[in-house]
């Protein structure tokens, strides 16, 4: 018995146990009932707990109980945070109030007024407190305690989920189904959110089909209808073991349909609540292509995804370089009416530019440029061109290129830079020439780093007259340029020069060489 327990000191405490506060015969105990009732009264109106509970000892002492009105404004202030309770903290209060009703519940039960318990569930819930709770509970249905379920089921429901011990409540409600069948109790029935929390705490947390299983037996036993919640976490577990379409086990529970055809029997398609746990469990399995043909289907049927799914959908396809899922389900994505897909065209650009794969940015911006939810910039360009040419694709970087400036976007200093670097890694100097008439005619203006790269590149590929061209542009614009280093890059090149047969065929170009030459201070 709870009251004897309560008469013992235990060698070892734990918090919110029902031997944490002993009840032993104090100097009060041979007070009346009356004298005890009247000074406990006096303690509840000074909101003096320390006394109160004292108080509350001698009557246990006693083998008896306050008055009920008394007996729960006791309980009632012990669990309140709203008021100082003397020098007793309020967690020291709460451990107090657990005792005292669960002393209660053992002594008579038809003391505790149903608000009371409320209200100590309440404060548990604010504390963070499963166990204690989970503990009141099991004493109310231990002593045939009978709370309509509804009154105090989604509490402790809440108090398990924010404490991160939904997989608690299973024991919950398992024992309430029982109670209401085996005592015919309608009124501890657990309802539809009771039932998809326990569905839940099987699927996501425990992840076991046998639990899932019985839920679904007790919710067919006492009456309640799935949702599409419910089929959404079994969907996930479906998912998760494998488990596709049609259902090899458990013909008792969905009898061997699909988790969509078993959604037909209850009267209808079902809504997006169903298919999104599905979606997240492919996802977390990396099943991204099954993702990709259930959200078809999806879509098929009429029922849209909302922004959030897709973009995780999308994520994940990239995160697995499961290109082709990625680009269908942005697709499927465009088809909708969500308004801005910025987001998920940044994610897919970045994830093909970090594997690599110009030539799908490349056709995956041509299909996109009409739609006025995504904005192509010169940016996006650049990472195409820049991809081309870090792969030695350079026809490929030179159409994208006359496709950039066809549309009308306004190359910039990273376009040019990239173009140079991947004429050089190719020793492709005569592009480079090219570049620099067109770039003379562009709207670019030329900064020490692209004069650099123009220089070096001329340089090294023998063409000293268009190099002079890029000198003549930096003395015009008064912008420094450091002759040695092009000095240096000059005497490089000279081994690879034939300067008698130049001088013979081609005299114009050995006055660009002489004009180079004496710019940076070399005697031929």
Request: net charge positive; aromatic share 10%; proline share 3%.
């Given at each position: 018995?709870?009251?004897?327990?309560?008469?013992?000191?235990?060698?070892?405490?734990?918090?919110?146990?029902?031997?944490?506060?002993?009840?032993?015969?104090?100097?009060?105990?041979?007070?009346?009932?009356?004298?005890?009732?009247?000074?406990?009264h006096?303690?509840?109106?000074?909101?003096?707990?320390?006394?109160?509970?004292?108080?509350?000892?001698?009557?246990?002492?006693?083998?008896?109980?306050?008055?009920k009105?008394?007996?729960?404004?006791?309980?009632?202030?012990?669990?309140?945070?709203?008021?100082?309770?003397?020098?007793?903290?309020?967690?020291?209060?709460?451990?107090?109030?657990?005792?005292?009703?669960a002393?209660?519940?053992?002594?008579?039960?038809?003391?505790?007024?149903?608000?009371?318990?409320?209200?100590?569930?309440?404060?548990?819930?604010?504390?963070?407190?499963a166990?204690?709770?989970?503990?009141?509970?099991?004493?109310?249905?231990?002593n045939?305690?009978?709370?309509?379920f509804?009154?105090?089921?989604?509490?402790?429901?809440?108090?398990?989920?924010?404490?991160?011990?939904?997989?608690?409540?299973?024991?919950?409600?398992?024992?309430?189904?029982?109670?209401?069948?085996?005592?015919?109790?309608?009124?501890?029935?657990?309802?539809?959110?009771?039932?998809?929390?326990?569905?839940?705490?099987?699927?996501?947390?425990?992840?076991?089909?046998?639990?899932?299983?019985?839920?679904?037996?007790?919710?067919?036993?006492?009456?309640?209808?799935?949702?599409?919640?419910?089929?959404?976490?079994?969907?996930?577990?479906?998912?998760?073991?494998?488990?596709?379409?049609?259902?090899?086990?458990?013909?008792?529970?969905?009898?061997?349909?699909?988790?969509?055809?078993?959604?037909?029997?209850?009267?209808?398609?079902?809504?997006?609540?169903?298919?999104?746990?599905i979606?997240?469990?492919?996802c977390?399995?990396?099943?991204?292509?099954?993702?990709?043909?259930?959200?078809?289907?999806?879509?098929?049927?009429?029922?849209?995804?909302?922004?959030?799914t897709?973009?995780d959908?999308?994520?994940?396809?990239?995160?697995?370089?499961?290109?082709?899922?990625?680009?269908?389900?942005?697709?499927?994505?465009?088809?909708?009416?969500?308004?801005?897909?910025?987001?998920?065209?940044?994610?897919?650009?970045?994830?093909?530019l970090?594997?690599?794969?110009?030539?799908l940015?490349?056709?995956?911006?041509?299909?996109?440029?009409?739609?006025?939810?995504?904005?192509?910039?010169?940016?996006?360009?650049?990472?195409?061109?820049?991809?081309?040419?870090?792969?030695?694709?350079?026809?490929?970087?030179?159409?994208?290129?006359?496709?950039?400036?066809?549309?009308?976007?306004?190359?910039?200093h990273?376009?040019?830079?990239?173009?140079?670097?991947?004429?050089?890694s190719?020793?492709?100097?005569?592009?480079?020439?090219?570049?620099?008439?067109?770039?003379?005619?562009?709207?670019?203006?030329?900064?020490?780093?692209?004069?650099?790269?123009?220089?070096?590149?001329?340089?090294?590929?023998g063409?000293?007259?268009?190099?002079?061209?890029v000198?003549?542009?930096?003395?015009?614009?008064?912008?420094?340029?450091?002759?040695?280093?092009?000095?240096?890059?000059?005497?490089?090149?000279?081994?690879?020069?034939?300067?008698p047969?130049?001088?013979?065929?081609?005299?114009?170009?050995?006055?660009?060489?002489?004009?180079?030459?004496?710019?940076?201070?070399?005697?031929?």
């Open positions: 018995m709870l009251r004897k327990t309560l008469t013992l000191l235990p060698r070892r405490r734990r918090p919110f146990s029902s031997s944490s506060f002993p009840i032993t015969p104090s100097p009060s105990k041979s007070l009346t009932h009356l004298q005890r009732s009247s000074s406990l006096n303690s509840l109106t000074a909101h003096d707990t320390d006394q109160a509970w004292k108080v509350f000892r001698s009557f246990a002492a006693a083998s008896s109980l306050p008055d009105p008394l007996l729960n404004s006791l309980i009632t202030l012990l669990s309140s945070s709203l008021h100082g309770g003397g020098d007793t903290p309020l967690k020291h209060r709460l451990k107090r109030a657990f005792v005292s009703a002393y209660v519940i053992e002594k008579d039960p038809t003391f505790l007024e149903f608000d009371t318990l409320l209200t100590l569930l309440q404060s548990l819930k604010l504390a963070k407190a166990s204690p709770a989970l503990a009141l509970v099991e004493c109310m249905f231990k045939r305690f009978f709370v309509p509804d009154r105090w089921g989604s509490l402790v429901i809440d108090i398990c989920r924010e404490s991160g011990s939904l997989v608690a409540f299973l024991k919950v409600f398992k024992e309430s189904c029982r109670i209401a069948i085996d005592e015919k109790l309608d009124y501890m029935k657990p309802g539809l959110a009771a039932c998809n929390a326990a569905i839940e705490a099987s699927c996501l947390h425990l992840e076991s089909l046998s639990d899932a299983e019985n839920v679904i037996e007790s919710m067919d036993v006492i009456g309640v209808k799935p949702d599409e919640s419910t089929f959404g976490f079994l969907g996930y577990l479906y998912a998760r073991k494998g488990l596709k379409e049609k259902i090899n086990e458990l013909e008792s529970l969905m009898n061997g349909k699909s988790i969509l055809d078993e959604m037909d029997t209850q009267g209808g398609s079902g809504g997006i609540g169903v298919y999104v746990p979606l997240k469990a492919y977390k399995e990396n099943r991204t292509a099954e993702a990709t043909q259930l959200v078809t289907e999806i879509s098929s049927s009429g029922v849209q995804l909302d922004v959030e897709y973009e959908l999308i994520e994940a396809s990239m995160t697995k370089q499961d290109f082709v899922s990625a680009l269908t389900l942005f697709r499927g994505m465009r088809e909708t009416r969500v308004v801005d897909l910025k987001g998920s065209y940044l994610t897919i650009m970045t994830g093909l970090e594997n690599q794969r110009p030539e940015m490349a056709s995956f911006v041509e299909e996109v440029l009409d739609d006025p939810r995504v904005e192509v910039k010169s940016h996006d360009w650049n990472s195409i061109i820049h991809a081309f040419c870090k792969s030695r694709r350079l026809e490929d970087a030179k159409r994208t290129f006359r496709r950039m400036t066809f549309l009308q976007y306004e190359p910039n990273q376009t040019y830079l990239s173009l140079i670097n991947g004429y050089m190719c020793e492709r100097y005569f592009e480079v020439v090219v570049l620099w008439k067109e770039f003379k005619e562009g709207k670019t203006k030329l900064d020490h780093a692209l004069a650099d790269a123009f220089l070096n590149a001329l340089v090294r590929g063409f000293f007259g268009t190099a002079m061209q000198v003549e542009k930096c003395q015009e614009m008064k912008m420094f340029v450091d002759k040695w280093r092009y000095k240096a890059a000059f005497m490089e090149t000279l081994k690879n020069l034939r300067l047969k130049l001088r013979k065929r081609k005299m114009k170009k050995i006055e660009f060489l002489d004009a180079f030459t004496n710019w940076v201070g070399i005697t031929r």
